[in-house]
């Protein structure tokens, strides 16, 4: 099921509610392995993740996780920022339908502001984990 309804609009409670009720074939994890434990880390649920966060994980994944996990978390990270976009571009479209200021148009604004956030953290959770946890 897409993210868009019959009518081709974007619903993103319907696409929810039916990952919610179907079962997941595999979560997909970071798997940390240190001297003294481990640790997984569930990728759908962590990531992306807020600036503070990432400061503190992805040192540790650079040191303790494997080159695999490594993988799986860039791509995961790379579609976020892509869906996010396409979300920001979405909401300031359907904002642009609407007289500046009105209820409508001021709804879609917010929404647009909520994506850029989220595309945000996804974009500087990949640059951590292309600097290997460090800053620019």
Known sequence: MGRRNAEGYYDP???AGINLAEPRKENQTVRLVYRNGRMEL???EFFP??????RRVF???RRFAGVEDKEKLRKYLLVKVQEHSGR???FSAQAGKYPEKSEDWHFYRAKEREEQMM?????KNLEFLENGGRRK
């Open 49 to 54: 993740c807020t600036a503070a966060m990432a």
């Open 59 to 61: 040192p540790l994944i």
């Open 119 to 123: 595309y945000n953290q996804a974009k």
């Open 13 to 15: 409670t319907a696409y």
């Open 42 to 44: 569930y990728i759908h």
């Open 88 to 90: 920001m571009q979405d």
